[in-house]
């Protein structure tokens, strides 16, 4: 059984609808934020970084989103949610998911985590200012060029897709209206009629 420490608004939620997908037996073990929990030494033991998501296997510890959506997909093959058989197709998949995770979600969290890469008040604000329209150039850029459709890959679903439905989820928030890129709203759409992610919202907007 796999244990998966997450909190509610976080990128935490990809790797739990993944495990609602392949219907993998797991905990989801809830990480406190407001309490600061995530930094705290028994979860610590678990992530010394501080963040979620933190995936425990039969293995051990696995950390960093793209890492456990390829594991996943690795270990449940039969669920199909990576181009396992196809060595580019996998790249393909792994440098959206590495854009996700470096450059998008790294933009958005300048809104509120700018205390991660400045101190000055006046530099904490002026990184906020730019969270719209970075993200706006990161959707329009993965709308354009990553975006095959009507799933991020192609016909076939994958990892890729919760993904990218996580981070859209961030958009309002960010100040971004996703109307403004047909291709995501109509994909963020398709996700939220899928059980996995409703199953997982679920417990994520509790």
């Not at 270990?75 to 998008?104: C, E, R, W």
């Not at 400045?118 to 060029?145: P, Y």
């Not at 991020?152 to 994958?158: F, T």
């Not at 100040?175 to 995501?184: E, L, R, S, T």
Request: hydrophobic share 40%; proline share 6%.
């Amino acid at each position: 059984m796999y244990k998966l420490f997450y909190s509610p608004g976080t990128i935490a939620l990809t790797p739990h609808i993944v495990l609602e997908e392949i219907g993998a037996s797991f905990d989801a073990i809830r990480v406190n934020f407001a309490d600061g929990e995530q930094t705290k030494p028994d979860y610590l033991k678990i992530n010394p970084k501080g963040r979620v998501p933190a995936l425990i296997t039969e293995q051990g510890i696995l950390t960093e989103t793209p890492a456990i959506l390829l594991y996943l997909a690795q270990k449940h093959p039969d669920a199909k949610l990576a181009p396992l058989d196809d060595v580019f197709q996998l790249g393909k998949m792994q440098s959206i998911n590495s854009y996700l995770s470096s450059t998008a979600h790294v933009n958005h969290a300048h809104r509120r985590r700018g205390t991660r890469w400045v101190t000055e008040k006046s530099s904490i604000e002026d990184m906020g200012r730019k969270v719209k329209s970075n993200m706006e150039d990161c959707f329009a850029l993965i709308q354009s060029e990553m975006f095959k459709g009507p799933w991020v890959m192609g016909d076939d679903y994958s990892v890729a897709d919760p993904y990218l439905f996580t981070v859209s989820r961030w958009l309002e928030g960010d100040g971004v209206n996703i109307a403004d890129f047909p291709k995501i709203e109509a994909h963020f759409a398709r996700m939220m009629e899928r059980p996995a992610v409703q199953r997982a919202l679920a417990l994520h907007t509790a």
